[in-house]
């Protein structure tokens, strides 16, 4: 299942938009779903839009959700981005698109609290660490594309990451 992104076709995910599934609103989880039913969530840059509560209320919804093992993989965009442009784009009130709309940009360390909070082990696959460092942890775009990547966004050419996002995946623990 693909949050928030009811443009995005990729083979075997399922596309939805807020209006159809608030991942907010239990109602609407129950409408479609069984807790403890879904393999895979997908999320490509919807968190920052949520306040910290909401975030946290989305994210124990998804794991709720999830069947033990299942996973949702998210990504936002990375506050320890080290390039100042980049950063004025995605902030809060930032200038790139989407951004006027963004309450929270995340750096690795507060996306990983958020998960692990909502009860998931957290497996951080893209990401600038505290000091500007890339770290990249293999991953199959199969198993949830992310379009704003190290390797997928067409802003990262000839050895500059021009665009990238915290990437993760939020697991949940199998019983």
């Known amino acids: 299942i693909v949050i928030g992104a009811s443009a995005t076709f990729d083979p075997g995910w399922i ?5 159809a599934l608030n991942i907010l ?3 609407d ?4 779903f069984d807790p403890g039913s879904i393999d895979a969530l997908l999320a490509e840059h919807v968190w920052e839009h949520l306040t910290a509560e909401e975030a946290l209320l989305g994210a124990r919804l998804c794991h709720r959700y999830l069947k033990p093992g299942g996973y949702l993989r998210i ?3 990375d506050g320890n981005h080290p390039d100042p442009e980049y ?5 809060v009130g930032g200038s790139g698109a989407g951004a006027d709309d963004h309450k929270v940009l995340y750096t690795h360390a507060g996306a990983r ?3 692990e909070r909502a009860g998931f082990e957290v497996r951080l696959l893209e990401y600038f660490d505290d000091a500007g460092v890339f ?3 293999e991953w199959a775009p199969e198993d949830g594309m992310i379009h704003r990547s190290k390797r997928f966004d067409k802003r990262n050419r000839r050895g500059k990451l021009g665009y990238t996002s915290i990437v993760l995946d939020a697991v ?3 019983k």
Do not use: D, G
């Open 15 to 19: 596309p939805t938009e807020i209006e």
């Open 25 to 27: 609103q239990e109602t």
């Open 29 to 32: 989880w129950a409408r479609f």
């Open 75 to 77: 990504a936002v965009p």
């Open 87 to 91: 950063i004025a784009y995605v902030k």
């Open 113 to 115: 609290a958020l998960f």
């Open 135 to 137: 770290h990249f942890n």
């Open 172 to 174: 949940k623990k199998s």
